[in-house]
T-cell receptor, first 110, second 120 residues
Framework: AQRVTQPEKLLSVFKGAPVELKCNYSYSGSPELFWYVQYSRQRLQLLLRHISRESIKGFTADLNKGETSFHLKKPFAQEEDSAMYYCALAGGTSYGKLTFGQGTILTVHP | DTGVSQNPRHKITKRGQNVTFRCDPISEHNRLYWYRQTLGQGPEFLTYFQNEAQLEKSRLLSDRFSAERPKGSFSTLEIQRTEQGDSAMYLC??????????????????FGQGTRLTVV
């Protein structure tokens, strides 16, 4: 069975501070990992996926298969980063059938 | 807005009534997914279609739930004899799945804004 765990429900930082949102997964095969973000009153949208190895809005995430983690990092948080963040896993080749974590609410204070 | 569209946005119904939600995916997307999200939880997969074929159903999808995608375009999710435990946000998503191609040509899921169901 596949599972995604986000241990922090709430995370608060000050503007300009580094931020790390933790994500651990359990999956027997080769997973595809994603971070989705939901800003206030907006729909869920993809932030980044591990296969792309890209940086979006200053965020990066590295897949660590040894630790089964896919933590999301940003060196300098901005107030506009305040949102709900979900880590998600796709087993197989369908990127739409996702197992989500419970989400982490990030609040960036001025 | 050319994204995934869901209607209605909100639905309040009495326990025992039937409700139906509609999802219009992004037009060229051949895969369509339904998710349910309850307060404080991430979205949970319910079912998905490739074109008009329903390929998978989660055990969360009880026999009171039925989903269709008759022409491979829009989809409906019907809940019969609603219960208070059905109160949740119902999310629809769509993606492209191109068989026989490299993984990079399969898109991620694009989500709609959801239908919030309240059963009273």
């Amino acid at each position: 069975a596949q599972r995604v765990t986000q241990p922090e429900k709430l995370l608060s930082v000050f503007k300009g501070a580094p931020v790390e949102l933790k994500c651990n997964y359990s999956y027997s095969g080769s997973p595809e990992l994603f971070w989705y973000v939901q800003y206030s009153r907006q729909r869920l949208q993809l932030l980044l996926r591990h296969i792309s190895r890209e940086s979006i809005k200053g965020f990066t995430a590295d897949l660590n298969k040894g630790e089964t983690s896919f933590h999301l990092k940003k060196p300098f948080a901005q107030e506009e980063d305040s949102a709900m963040y979900y880590c998600a896993l796709a087993g197989g080749t369908s990127y739409g059938k996702l197992t989500f974590g419970q989400g982490t609410i990030l609040t960036v204070h001025p | 807005d050319t994204g995934v569209s869901q209607n209605p946005r909100h639905k309040i119904t009495k326990r025992g009534q039937n409700v139906t939600f509609r999802c219009d995916p992004i037009s060229e997307h051949n895969r369509l997914y339904w998710y349910r999200q309850t307060l404080g939880q991430g979205p949970e997969f319910l079912t998905y279609f490739q074109n008009e074929a329903q390929l998978e159903k989660s055990r969360l999808l009880s026999d009171r739930f039925s989903a269709e995608r008759p022409k491979g375009s829009f989809s409906t999710l019907e809940i019969q004899r609603t219960e208070q435990g059905d109160s949740a946000m119902y999310l629809c998503a769509s993606s492209v799945r191109k068989t026989g191609t490299f993984r990079q040509q399969n898109t991620e899921a694009f989500f709609g804004q959801g239908t919030r169901l309240t059963v009273v």
